[in-house]
């Protein structure tokens, strides 16, 4: 597998993740827990994993337009780099708030309303920039697929 393709399948599984982790956040918060709410932290915690790993394939590029980004920048690059920053901000502040309120991890000891509103903040903010990233990205996403399938 190329490292395109790797790239097309962690993003794809990535954004099926996010997706399901949110749908069974809102399952698991209208049924007060139980195996929802466990399924929910759990691939919580995959999904960090693979966010890190995706970080890691795109490392060249962060390293690169970090270095620019106060320098001459194409606009388009400039806004993807902020976006992708505040949406790295984001899955920070969710994970950190989704430790501190996680019953399977036994930390529902510190599950005080503020942690939990900052998670459902973090969360809906962050559902908007992954559509925003999805959109910026989706020329590229669509020709490396379409590439890839041919």
Not at 39 to 62: D, P, S, Y
Not at 67 to 77: D, H, I, Q, S
């Amino acid at each position: 597998m190329s490292k395109t393709q790797t790239k097309l399948l962690l993003d794809a599984t990535l954004f099926a993740l996010f997706v399901t982790v949110v749908l069974l956040g809102f399952r698991s918060a209208s049924r007060s827990g139980g195996a929802f709410c466990a399924n929910h932290e759990w691939l919580g915690l995959l999904m960090a994993t693979l966010v890190i790993g995706h970080l890691a394939l795109q490392a060249r590029w962060i390293a690169a337009t970090t270095k620019a980004v106060f320098r001459e920048l194409p606009r388009r690059t400039r806004v993807c780099y902020g976006i992708d920053l505040v949406l790295l901000l984001l899955f920070a502040a969710i994970l950190l708030s989704g430790l501190m309120i996680s019953g399977v991890l036994g930390n529902h000891v510190t599950a005080s309303p503020g942690w939990i509103a900052a998670h459902h903040a973090a969360t809906k903010l962050a559902a908007l920039v992954v559509t925003a990233h999805v959109a910026l990205h989706w020329r590229w996403l669509a020709d490396k697929l379409r590439r890839s399938l041919a």
